[in-house]
């Protein structure tokens, strides 16, 4: 069965550093997603994606946060200048065209020291 | 906000009973759905349900929507200390394709 996958399951980056996270979607989806959950809180909304181009965001992703879609397969996230309360758990996730059902990846830790 | 707020926040249960969550929403939805989380690990789907369905089966599981309450319940039947987890209901919402919103969730403890 195909399945979203993210890499790598765990990173651990010093304050101001860059991380990338990567995310490979199912190949015939169209639409991508980034999410964020604290450790304890709920799952929240960060951005979504197609046709190249950011569809929507909120409010948490700010400048430091960017998205892309370098090649035909993989879909980034990257955090400019990471900040301790970035540590958290980020899934990816994609959809079909058409379709209200997203499928998640088992997320990345991230861990900012 | 169209979030999914479940309750109870936490649940605390003997082994072999049977453990409930409820979820409400606010705005219209396409469909709702359940997923499961152990402590600190990814988020595993349990259950969708359309907007056009009453009730689900799925195993132990058993999902039922309302939506003229906007409200959906999980109940999980003869429970087993490895349902010890974080149960989130989740609506969808568009934003150039539709997006999850996840509740607050609900944590479920088992005792064996």
């Known amino acids: 069965e195909p399945e979203v996958t993210q890499t790598p399951s765990h990173q651990v980056t010093q304050m101001g550093q860059e991380v990338i996270l990567r995310c490979v979607p199912i190949s015939n989806h169209l639409y991508f997603y980034w999410y964020r959950q604290i450790l304890g809180q709920k799952v929240e909304f960060l951005v979504s994606?197609?046709?190249?181009?950011?569809?929507?965001k909120s409010e948490i992703f700010d400048d430091q946060f960017s998205v892309e879609r370098p090649d035909g397969s993989n879909f980034t996230l990257k955090i400019r200048s990471t900040k301790l309360e970035d540590s958290a758990m980020y899934f990816c996730?994609?959809?079909?065209?058409?379709?209200?059902?997203?499928?998640f990846g088992q997320g990345t830790r991230l861990t900012v020291v | 906000s169209q979030q999914g707020e479940e309750d109870p926040q936490a649940l605390s249960i003997q082994e072999g009973e049977n453990a409930t969550m409820n979820c409400s929403y606010k705005t219209s939805i396409n469909n709702l759905q359940w997923y499961r989380q152990n402590s600190g690990r990814g988020l595993v789907h349990l259950i969708l349900i359309r907007s056009n369905e009453r009730e689900k089966h799925s195993g132990r599981l058993r999902v039922t929507l309302d939506t003229s309450k906007k409200s959906s319940s999980l109940l999980i039947t003869a429970s087993r200390a490895a349902d010890t987890a974080s149960y989130f209901c989740a609506t969808d919402a568009w934003a150039g394709g539709f997006k999850t919103i996840f509740g607050a969730g609900t944590r479920l403890f088992v005792k064996a």
């Open positions: 994606f197609y046709n190249n181009e950011i569809s929507e």
């Open positions: 996730a994609s959809s079909q065209q058409g379709s209200t059902e997203a499928f």
